[in-house]
Each structure stands twice: as structure tokens, then as C-alpha cells.
């Protein structure tokens, strides 16, 4: 890429995919961040669910991922870092197997060019052991961290199997939210949606609506989720949340047929309805273009 | 045989009759129909139940392996089910149609596709 074209614009005149912007309305830094803010992009990964067998929906199951990570390599700019919001492998009854399939997906993602990779659980990942053995792989299911003057909070809505962040976790939101300015860039990550998408098909957070109502004593909050397998757009108040496409199999929209079974594969336009997603976080004014990549 | 007079007071009572000391104005209240569920992984017996609008239901639910859920959305009706124990839910449905109920806690391998009907009818 070369010339004042910005990385959008080049996006979008390269016809990858939909971009959706998000604004906010930041009009300055928070106490420590003069400087260290400048637009940046990361990638998103989401839903491997390495482990998955389904020919049906998916016959390269073992070669989706890895697909995904050699397109990421071959992005022309590298992103600042790579964040994977859950479900990393499929669900197994078998401990053993669970492990064998987090140390395999850490294997194939560990051929990322980018070194900055960032990890949380999903439900498949952590909810059959409070993610113990997601833990001994890829360290804590909840954690923050800055970039660039963009506060990052993961927030784990899996490792309890009843869908609930926690009393315990929402005080330790709370106490993180009260350390930063109203008009702080935040950015969430979690698996799950906060909101009740469609819990008649588990797309929700049982006290979801808790974080919601602390997210919203902040001007420019901004999530991204997994969970759905799918892109949805949704407001609640001013926050906007964007969930992923997987890289395993599509899932229908919520409520669209009965069962919430995965898309069938389409030989004529295969891995159809699964990518990744690069974001543009850009500072003035806030704003995050999101932009849907392919894997083929 | 005459009927037992506790059986008879019952009834007046029920419907509203005078009495001696007045009027009394209890309502009939229906018992609600009880509805054994069973969890287990990773489907309900039975799966699929047919209720009546407006009628009083509890459903008495049971889990014969680990913990489960119990969730009709449509209804804000849940419930976790613990094994070695009943739980009792009570709920009347207030519209008609077709709803999922579903487990929403994660209890396994197949706790995608463990999810019943519930067919509520006029």
C-alpha cells in the first residue's frame, strides 16, 4: 500500500468486504495517554472450533484456521495485534482431548507473523471445567490492557457455565471503569453478546444487562464478540456491539428457522459465511472501521 | 351415602356462597397441572408439551446426570436443576404459539441441541 490513500479507503476501493464505522465523540485524552494514541488496526479472529467434525458443514475443518492465519500473514500492512474471542476449539467431554485440541490450536496460531496475540475462552473453550485447562494454555480468561489510548478489557462470560460474568468480575469492571476518564476510548471483548440477542437460542449473557448499565457511564465503549458465527450490528444506548464470523461454520440468523443448526457448506462458493474482521481504531474523531475478510 | 360435610363446605366456600356470617368471597382457585420434566444428557422427557393459554402449570423438574437448565424465554421462565433434587417452577403461558425451551447451562458435548417444544394453545 502506498500514497495518502487511508487504510479504509484502500479497503474499501479493493472491494474487501463490507466496512461498517462506528463513531463515537471523544474531544480529548484521558490523564497519561497524551502521545501514546495514534490510529492503529487490529485483527479479530473468532469461533475456530478446531476440533469440529462435519463434512456437511465444514470438510476442510482441518485446514479453515490455518488458512485464516496464512491470510492474515499475507496482509499487506501487519495488524498491531491479533485478539481471538472464543471458542478456539470445539467442546469435548474428554479433559485429555480438550487439551490436545488448546495445544493444537496454539501450535497453528503461533505461526502468526504478529507476535501480539491476544486470547479469551468461549464456552466450548472453558465452560465444562470454569477454564482451567484454557487457562494452562493461554493464561488468564479476563484481563485489560492499552494501546495506543484505546483501553481494552476482556470480560469472560463463559467460564461459568450459566452464561454470567459474576458479582465477583462486574466489581472488578466496575473498579477498572471507575480508574478511567468518562470520555476514555474503551473497547470490550467478550464471547458471548452482553445483550439478549436471541436467548432462545443461548445468544445472550444471563447478567449481561449488569455490564451493560457500567459500560454506559462511559461516552465511547465499543464490543466485540463472537459467539453468533455471523456479523450483527446492534446498539444498546450509545454502545455499538459487532459480532465475528467464525472460521469454522456459519450459523443462521437468530430466529431465521427452528433449530440453530450450522449452515450447510456450499460447494459453489465454499467457506461462504466464514473470515476474519481487521478494525481501525481511529482517534479523532473515535471511530472503528470494521472491515469483513474472506478465507479461500 | 351423603357426601362428607367437609367436602360440601369446601365447594360453598369455593364458589362464593353466604354463609352465616356473610358473604364469603373466596375465588375457585385451579390447582396447577404439575409437569414432570426430566433432564439428562442431553435431552428432556418429554420434549415436547402442550399447555393451555392461561393455564397454571409447574413443572417439576428432575436431572438424572449432571447439572442442567431449564429455560422457556418467551416466558422469562428458567430454572437450574441440580441432581437429587425437584425443582418446582410454576409459569402460565400467555400467549399462543410455538417456543423453545432449552438448557442454558453448559453441560456437555450435545448441550447445543438439548432444547424441547412447547406448543400453547387457546
Not at chain 1, 501487519?78 to 479433559?95: E, I, R
Not at chain 2, 456437555?108 to 412447547?118: A, I, L, P, Q, R
Request: hydrophobic fraction near 40%; charged fraction near 20%; proline fraction near 7%.
Amino acid at each position: 500500500m502506498k500514497g495518502p490513500v487511508d487504510r479504509r479507503q484502500f479497503l474499501k476501493l479493493a472491494g474487501l468486504g463490507g466496512v461498517v464505522l462506528v463513531s463515537g465523540c471523544a474531544s480529548s485524552l484521558g490523564p497519561g495517554m497524551a502521545g501514546a494514541d495514534s490510529d492503529f488496526y487490529f485483527v479479530q479472529l473468532s469461533d475456530s472450533h478446531w476440533g469440529f467434525e462435519g463434512p456437511a458443514v465444514n470438510p476442510d475443518a482441518q485446514g479453515t484456521l490455518k488458512k485464516a492465519v496464512a491470510a492474515v500473514n499475507g496482509l499487506a500492512r501487519q495488524p498491531d495485534f491479533v485478539m481471538f474471542t472464543g471458542d478456539l476449539t470445539h467442546t469435548t467431554d474428554d479433559p485429555k482431548e480438550r487439551r490436545r485440541r488448546l495445544a493444537e490450536v496454539s501450535e497453528i496460531v503461533s505461526a502468526l507473523k504478529v507476535k501480539d496475540v491476544r486470547f479469551m475462552p468461549g464456552e466450548h473453550d472453558a465452560s465444562l471445567d470454569n477454564g482451567k485447562a484454557f487457562k494452562e494454555f493461554f493464561g488468564p480468561t479476563r484481563y485489560t490492557f492499552d494501546h495506543k489510548g484505546v483501553h481494552f478489557i476482556v470480560v469472560d462470560n463463559v467460564s461459568d457455565p450459566t452464561a454470567a460474568i459474576g458479582d465477583e468480575q462486574l466489581q472488578w469492571l466496575q473498579a477498572d471503569l471507575d480508574r478511567q476518564p468518562r470520555d476514555a476510548r474503551i473497547v470490550v471483548f467478550t464471547h458471548r453478546p452482553l445483550f439478549d440477542l436471541y436467548p432462545q437460542w443461548d445468544w445472550a449473557t444471563r447478567d449481561g444487562a449488569r455490564a451493560i448499565a457500567l459500560l454506559q457511564t462511559h461516552d465511547n465503549v465499543t464490543v466485540f464478540y463472537g459467539h453468533i458465527h455471523q456479523e450483527n450490528h446492534f446498539m444498546t444506548g450509545n454502545i455499538a456491539h459487532h459480532s465475528a464470523k467464525g472460521l469454522m461454520f456459519a450459523l443462521p440468523v437468530a430466529g431465521s428457522q427452528p433449530k440453530r443448526l450450522p449452515i450447510p457448506w456450499d460447494a459453489g462458493a465454499p467457506y461462504r459465511g466464514l473470515g476474519f474482521r481487521e478494525v481501525d481504531a481511529e482517534r479523532t474523531p473515535v471511530k472503528y472501521a470494521v472491515t469483513e475478510m474472506p478465507v479461500s | 351415602m351423603l357426601p362428607n360435610r367437609r367436602i360440601l363446605l369446601r365447594a360453598s366456600l369455593a364458589l362464593g356462597v353466604a354463609t352465616a356470617a356473610g358473604p364469603i368471597t373466596l375465588l375457585a382457585q385451579a390447582k396447577p397441572r404439575v409437569i414432570p420434566i426430566r433432564a439428562l444428557k442431553f435431552t428432556y422427557e418429554p420434549a415436547e408439551l402442550t399447555l393451555k393459554l392461561n393455564e397454571p402449570v409447574v413443572f417439576q423438574l428432575t436431572s438424572a446426570d449432571v447439572v442442567m437448565g431449564f429455560s422457556v424465554p418467551d416466558f422469562h421462565t428458567r430454572a437450574t436443576i441440580i441432581p437429587g433434587q425437584v425443582i418446582e417452577v410454576p409459569m402460565t403461558p400467555d400467549k399462543v404459539g410455538e417456543f423453545i425451551f432449552l438448557c442454558d447451562v453448559f453441560c456437555g458435548s450435545g448441550h447445543e441441541n438439548m432444547e424441547g417444544t412447547m406448543r400453547v394453545v387457546a
